[in-house]
Each structure stands twice: as C-alpha cells, then as structure tokens.
C-alpha cells in the first residue's frame, strides 16, 4: 500500500533520534548523562500532586472542550497574577500541551501552501507539525556569533511574501537559551502590525530568565494587535508536569478562538484527570517558580563556564530557558553518536542532541549541539568533564 507522500515529510526528532544507541551503551553498563532531552528532573509541586491523589470522581469522564472549569479559572488567575486583567476565559482554550496548542495556532492562521517566518534555529516540534498541514516554515537565519538575536529589520522583512502568513518565534528559546529583549519584540510586533501579519510567541519558558531580566510576554502587545496576537503556552516547563501534557492558547481574536474550540470539540477533551490535579496550580507561589529559575541559572553558569574554556568550543551565555547551544570544532552527528557507541570515560558518557534537526536550513548547525541542563549541578559538573574530553579525544 502506498502511505501518502507528506507522511516522509514529517522529520524523525533530533532530540530522539539517538535513543537506541544510547539503550545499547546503558545495556554495555556504560552510564549515560541525559543532556539530549528537555524533560526537566525539578520535582512536581506537592499541592498538584495532592490534588491528583485526592481524585475521586468514579466513573472518570470527558472534561470540557475547552478546558476543565477549575482549570480555566487558575489559568485566568495566573495570567490576572502576571498583571494581563484583561484576560479572561473566552481568551484561554486548554490544550493538550503547548503541542497541541502549536498545532491549533498554525492550522487556524495559514492555508495549505502558505509560509510562516520563523527565527532559525527553532524547536523541532514545528518542523513535525508544519508539514501536516502543508505549511512551509521559512527561516530567518540567526547566529551563534551574535548569541541567536534577531538581525536587521530589512532582513526579515525581505523574506515576506505574498503567502507569509504569520511570524513564530519562541523567547525564552529552545533549543539556543536566546530572550529577545523588548526593542526585538516591539520589531516582530511592528512588522505584524505593518506586514498584516499574525505574531505567534511561543512562551512554554516565560518565567525561566537568567541575570534579572525582565520577563516578557507578547500579552503586553496583544491588546494593541487583539486580532493579530497568539501566545502559546504549557504547564510542561514551569511546573514540571511534561507528562499531564497540557498547554494552552491565549488570543483575544474571537473568531479564532471559536474555531480552534470547533478543533477541540473534535478531540473531545484534554485529560480530565490531568486538568483537575493541575487546577491547583495557583497554589504553587511564584517565588517557588523563581526557585526553580535560579536553580536553572547556576547550572547555566556551569555549562557555560565548563564550555567556555575548551579549546575549538564556541558558547554565547544562554539568557533563558534550561538550553546551550554549543558550537563543536567536530561534525555534530557523528560526535553525538559517537559519543555513545565508542567513548567513555570510567565508564560514563553523555548524550547530547545534534543541532542540524534544529535547522530547516540544509547545512546549517552541522558543527553544534544542544545541551539540555535538566541534571543537578554535580552531575552536570561531571558531565561537562566527560564533555570537555570527548571533545579533545575525538578525531
Ligand atoms: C519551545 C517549546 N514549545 C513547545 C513545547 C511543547 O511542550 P509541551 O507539549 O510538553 O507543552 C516544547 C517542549 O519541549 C518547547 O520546548
């Protein structure tokens, strides 16, 4: 039987694609440092998970299409908590992750065939999401040599055509670790404004940002461009629940949010269970939020500060986010792979993801890799010494 051809469209994940080499390293007892993977190892807030073990509801039904009510309401409370009083439900639908709710933001602003901008690198779930719905993602080229910042205005505004339909960017960024400032956001926000664009932020790492700086939403704009402005988000990241999968989509467009319900409708319901435990959310302090950011921040400073000393590595300071980019004086692939199959170090070794997956671009990110620090300072430290002499022992 022939599958359809847009099926050998949808890319394997960089980020997964070396799991079986690493099974047969663990199955030689080698260890292997996870760096490979952005499933954060912070503990879940008790107050959810209390809600979840106090779950009694027998028999175990649907929720609501557009979110479970208790749900709907923290979410309100935590976006009215970050100073945005205008939201309110009519604005949140409650996705299954900020997957799903990647999903629902492309399907519901381009045709089949149109072209949404997007910064490069970018997170690899939109490459596995565009071609469903035969959108083409076209990248606007960013750097490690100037820390993955947006360039020029004329830059990207050369790349829009008659078919760009929506420009997608993620700050705090994964995989690079980039936040755009507020000049970088106010540019995407005038060329949406100038360009009749949609501007979709994906902001899964809003509250992780390092060195004081101030945390940015594009819900700052989206009362000036109510029509235009789309905010992903997702509970995954800043509240260590990646496996309740939920997420949410936030636009004050009504026509948009009715017929991304219509989308909801027709998967019936994110997880009842899930959304109730998750309800107890606005329990968990935002100084508890801020914990986890700094416990991201010190072990940002020790990749950075392990890396930064390698002969041949090159590492900008990630502003955000729990990711590195690292620029390798080695083919990335080969390296990552190798790391696995060939070398160790007292029988440890590390698993990192090869950046090219990261680019639409063909031969980009050839020679860079993403570290993900979701592993606790000393065994990072000791991962970043493996790091540093696989790094000098590969040939
Ligand atoms: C930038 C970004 N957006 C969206 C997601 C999707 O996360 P989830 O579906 O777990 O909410 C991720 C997950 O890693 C991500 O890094």
Redesign the pocket.
């Known amino acids: 039987m022939q599958v359809s051809s847009r099926l050998g469209q949808v890319p394997a994940s960089p980020i997964r694609k070396l799991v079986p080499l690493a099974q047969v390293a663990k199955a030689q007892g080698k260890q292997v440092y996870h760096l490979n993977i ?1 499933d954060p190892d912070i503990q879940t807030p008790y107050v959810i998970l209390d809600r979840l073990r106090a779950y009694e509801q027998n028999p175990v039904g649907y929720a609501h299409s557009q979110g479970e009510a208790g749900l709907l309401e923290a979410l309100v409370g935590y976006y009215r908590g970050l100073g945005y009083d205008f939201i309110d439900k009519s604005m949140v639908q409650v996705t ?7 999903m629902m933001a492309l399907f519901a602003v381009a045709e089949a065939g149109d072209e949404i901008l997007v910064p490069e690198p970018f ?1 690899t ?1 939109y490459a596995s999401i565009a071609p469903l719905f035969d959108i083409t993602l076209v990248p606007i080229p960013l750097s490690i040599d100037t820390g993955f910042h947006l360039p020029d205005q004329q830059v990207i505004e050369d790349l829009i055509t008659e078919r760009t339909k929506a420009i997608l960017y ?1 700050s705090p ?2 995989p690079t670790g980039t936040v755009f400032d507020r000049q970088e956001i106010e540019l995407l926000v005038r060329l949406a404004r100038e360009r009749n664009l949609f501007l979709i932020a ?1 902001e ?2 809003r509250e992780f940002v390092f060195d004081g700086r101030e945390q940015l939403s594009l819900l700052d704009y989206m009362r000036d461009l109510p029509d235009r402005i789309v905010v ?1 988000d ?4 800043r509240y260590s629940v ?1 496996g309740f ?3 949410m989509m936030v636009s004050m467009n009504q026509e948009l949010m009715a017929g991304v319900l219509r989308m909801a409708m027709g998967r019936l319901s994110a997880a009842t269970v899930d959304q109730v435990a998750a309800s107890a959310l606005n329990r968990v302090g935002k100084e508890e939020i801020w914990a986890v950011r700094d416990i991201y921040q010190k072990r940002r400073d020790v990749v950075f500060d392990a890396l930064s000393g390698v002969d041949g590595v090159t590492i900008q300071r990630p502003e955000g986010a729990f990711y590195a980019v690292a620029g390798l004086p080695h083919e990335a692939e080969a390296f990552c792979a190798w790391l696995l199959t060939d070398f160790h170090d007292n029988n440890e070794t590390v698993m990192l993801a090869p950046m090219p997956g990261f680019y639409a671009t063909p031969g980009k990110g050839t020679h860079e890799v993403r570290i993900a620090y979701v592993l606790e300072v000393p065994k990072l430290q000791r991962a970043m010494e493996i790091l540093a002499k696989a790094i000098s022992a590969f040939t």
């Open positions: 952005g299954q992750g900020g997957s799903e709710a990647l997170f779930g993620c960024n994964n994906d899964v790492y992903l997702s509970l995954s990241k990646p999968r939920l997420g």
